[in-house]
């Protein structure tokens, strides 16, 4: 094996936790099985005890860690402070500690590290993520005509052919990857790794689920998000499951709250909003029936694999999710325990009701974990990042 040592690199806001949640099992298990030896650096504005306390987390489990603080007001001014000042000390990283391999995540990513990348010193394996930059247009505003979406959008095609091999989430980012790349791009360098982490051995946390319907939702709450169609779905349940519940996990609690005082008042005292630390979501999910994951459809969802639908499946939870998301109508299309609802239609399907009341008879938890097994495990995870690492090479 030629490229052992990786440096991953992401640009980031505050809240986010999958660097613990997703990459973090998949690089200690390309340790394990390859002898890898992985370093993050995280440029995020959260704030200094979130980076110290990331920093033990990751250093305790045998991952080097590095978060530089970027402006949390200013995007702009946040980028052009990595990219002119503290890129000296990514390279000066990179060089002492003999990284052999740069993978940066997303665009952002890649524009900051571009420049070390000109003297062919280092392999570039590039996680294009989904499509970030799509994302930006489709849930906040940003024109397609503007300088900063071309500028991001070259950036993006550089990419393609600069790196030795590119990771998406979906069949269908793949898809639009090689068409948008164009005549003489090699498809073969571009790898489909689901957000898979689900170890079947793994013991289940000992919990008791409550009598009463429980629904869960686990996650951020941007207008992509569809909280109004999740409560609206809620509502939906309580006329035939009158003490049914719904618990919210999730960092935007007062955003929540605030939410459902003014618009879904009356349920209030149906819902349940906390936060709770990446250890305890596995014990949350437990004392929940079923998963909800709803996202707006838009070109940009094509690239997005749900980390909390695997979460939820991994938990052996059925679930309500919305077509147009990704794989996941191929992934889950007649599986009897995943429900597909368009929350956009005013009438709900009278089998909503049905399919719930079977969930809750019949324990098909079993059949679940099976299938998250088979489609998100961590051990097919790691071997499609080892094959991209190592893509070329024999």
Not at 8 to 29: A, C, H, M, Q, R
Not at 266 to 274: A, F, R, T
Not at 345 to 359: G, R, V
């Amino acid at each position: 094996m030629k490229y052992k040592r990786v440096l991953f690199v992401s640009w980031d806001g505050p809240e986010v936790t999958y660097v613990e949640n997703l990459f973090t099992p998949i690089f200690l298990k390309l340790q394990e099985n390859h002898g890898y030896e992985f370093h993050v650096i995280q440029f995020t504005s959260a704030n200094k005890e979130i980076i110290k306390q990331r920093k033990k987390d990751l250093e305790s489990r045998g991952i080097y860690f590095l978060g530089i603080p970027t402006f949390k007001r200013s995007a702009l001014l946040g980028m052009l402070k990595v990219k002119f000042l503290d890129i000296y000390q990514v390279k000066k990283y990179a060089e002492n500690h003999g990284i052999e391999v740069l993978m940066p995540r997303a665009v952002n990513a890649y524009f900051i590290m571009k420049a070390l990348f000109k003297n062919n010193k280092y392999r570039l394996v590039w996680d294009a993520d989904g499509f970030p930059l799509e994302e930006r247009v489709d849930f906040a505003g940003l024109s397609k005509d503007s300088i900063r979406y071309k500028f991001f959008k070259k950036m993006e095609h550089q990419a393609y052919y600069h790196a030795a091999s590119l990771i998406c989430r979906t069949q269908k980012a793949k898809e639009v990857i090689t068409e948008n790349a164009g005549e003489g791009f090699d498809s073969d360098k571009v790898f489909v790794v689901p957000n898979g982490t689900f170890v079947l051995n793994e013991s289940p946390p000992s919990v008791v689920k409550p009598k009463h319907l429980t629904l869960i939702y686990a996650g951020s709450l941007g207008p992509q998000y569809m909280l109004p169609e999740m409560l609206e779905t809620f509502q939906f349940t309580k006329r035939t499951f009158t003490d049914a519940r719904f618990k919210i996990l999730t960092f935007h609690i007062e955003q929540a709250q605030d939410y459902i005082q003014q618009h879904f008042p009356h349920l209030l005292s149906g819902v349940e909003i906390k936060s709770v630390t990446a250890e305890k979501v596995k014990e949350e999910l437990g004392k929940a029936h079923i998963g909800i994951s709803f996202r707006k459809p838009s070109f940009s969802m094509q690239g997005v694999a749900p980390i909390k639908v695997v979460e939820y499946l991994s938990a052996g939870l059925p679930v309500i999710y919305n077509s147009g998301i990704g794989d996941m109508d191929d992934q889950l299309y007649g599986q009897g325990f995943a429900f597909c609802l368009d929350p956009k239609k005013d009438i709900y399907p009278s089998n909503l009701s049905f399919w719930i009341k079977e969930q809750m008879e019949q324990n098909s938890s079993t059949t679940v974990i099976q299938f998250a097994a088979e489609h998100f495990s961590l051990k097919e995870s790691a071997s499609l990042y080892h094959q991209a690492l190592q893509y070329g090479e024999g």
